[in-house]
């Protein structure tokens, strides 16, 4: 079992770009979360998927960012007209079945906006 | 408002001393668990305790839960400088939905 993958691992785009990260969660995980770090904000929640159907949107910023999950296998999180401020390590987790289970997370994605 | 957080913001201790990392929250919980997150990695869950237990151990680990007084303490024994890390705790607010993380305690241990 190799875990919640992520890639990139890191990620350098200049202001006003787009950034696509992917996340893969563990095989048989039912459940997948999003979550953003900032030495600033900490560990902030963004979103959470179940078996690929959005539960729980109340972390993401209302404009530019965006998830998906397409199917069990993977998840994106795109962020469009990236601005300095998105700069962030982007952790993705998955668990189970529900929320309230032990969540398994990636090594994350460390976005840095220019 | 956070509604589960680490009461230090920081600690640091020597290498095979005891430390305690301690935790309040704000609602009533099926389940509180402790997380690590060690530098440059995603945070790993380290115990998880359910409302209807008071301790519970994993190793070298020990987390208690008061839910009267709606705190959790993890306690680390015998601490070695791989233990240097960020500790959260998170709770799951009586609901399934989703767990809601504290902002972390960084725990340094020396040499």
């Known amino acids: 079992n190799a875990g919640v993958i992520q890639t990139p691992r890191h990620k350098v785009t200049g202001k006003g770009q787009e950034a696509t990260l992917w996340c893969e969660p563990i095989?048989?995980?039912?459940?997948v979360f999003w979550y953003r770090q900032t030495i600033v904000q900490g560990l902030e929640f963004l979103t959470y998927f179940r078996n690929q159907a959005p539960i729980d949107d109340s972390g993401m910023p209302k404009e530019r960012f965006s998830a998906q999950m397409p199917n069990q296998s993977h998840s994106t999180l795109k962020i469009q007209s990236t601005q300095p401020q998105d700069s962030a390590v982007y952790l993705c987790?998955?668990?189970?079945?529900?929320?309230?289970?032990?969540?398994?997370f990636g090594p994350g994605t460390r976005l840095l906006v220019l | 408002s956070q509604l589960a957080e680490e009461n230090s913001w920081a600690l640091s201790v020597h290498e095979g001393e005891s430390v305690t990392v301690n935790c309040s929250y704000k609602?009533?919980?099926?389940?509180l668990q402790w997380y690590r997150q060690k530098s440059g990695k995603g945070p790993a869950q380290l115990i998880l305790?359910?409302?209807?237990?008071r301790e519970k151990r994993n190793g070298r680990l020990r987390a208690t839960l008061d839910t009267s007084s709606q705190s959790s303490s993890l306690s680390i024994t015998a601490t070695r400088c791989e233990d240097t890390a960020v500790y959260f705790c998170a709770t799951d607010r009586n609901s399934n939905n989703r767990i809601f993380f504290g902002d972390g305690t960084q725990l340094v241990v020396k040499p």
């Open positions: 987790a998955s668990s189970i079945d529900r929320g309230g289970d032990t969540q398994y």
């Open positions: 095989s048989g995980h039912s459940a």
């Open positions: 609602t009533s919980i099926t389940a």
């Open positions: 305790i359910r409302s209807n237990e």
